[in-house]
Every structure is written in C-alpha cells, then in structure tokens.
C-alpha cells in the first residue's frame, strides 16, 4: 500500500497518474471529502465494486454513490432537469450531494447500477 498527499493547489501529476494507475487495474483509492473519507474505485470494473462492499461490510441494499468530473459527464448517469441543473451549476463546487433519478441509459455495469440510485 502506498500513501500519497497531493498538494490541494497544486496537485502533483505523477502522484494523480499512479492513482490513476491504481484504478485502472481494478485496485482502490481512499480520498478526504467534507465529511469522511471515500472508497474509489472504477465503477465499471465487477471486482473493484466487490472490494469496497467487502472492505464497507454493505449488505446489497445499500447504495452507491459516484463522482463526476463536470456537470456535463452527469447527463450520462442521471436524468437532470432544467431546475436541477441550474441548482448544480450555481452550487458547485462545494460540499453538496446530489440524489438523481438514474439515466435510462445503461452507461454503469448492473453490479454498480443496481446500487446506486433509489430509483430502480
């Protein structure tokens, strides 16, 4: 295991690509958000969503929840109204969380769709 700090600023790319790295090839990452720290992983790789149930000791009825680089990539995972997104984009950045009615678009695998939104 390997531990890194990235710069909040400045972050240093070779760090950000060897987390990168670490996705890539099914492994996790844990990361500071505002409240507690998160478990990441690909959202599209079966065994690297069955790590972090084990290591979250969730039984199948929790959720998931994932992050998404702009607001632009959420219209893939999510139905966004006008209300809503005009809500994000004024809000963002900052310590929010955002619960969504899953795009019908099946862009996630079922392992990870079928746990993160309460609307299946």
Known sequence: MEYYELHPETPQLRY????????RKGGLIIYPTDTVYGIGCDIYNKQALEKV?????????KLFSFV????????KYAKVSDYAYRTMKHLLPGAYTFI???????????E???RWSPYH
């Open 112 to 114: 990870c769709r079928s």
């Open 68 to 75: 998404c680089p702009n607001l632009k990539d959420i219209a």
């Open 16 to 23: 950000i690509n060897k987390a990168v790295e670490v996705l």
């Open 53 to 61: 149930i084990r290591i979250k000791n969730d039984s199948d009825s």
């Open 100 to 110: 969504l009615p899953r795009s019908e678009e099946r862009r996630v695998g079922k």
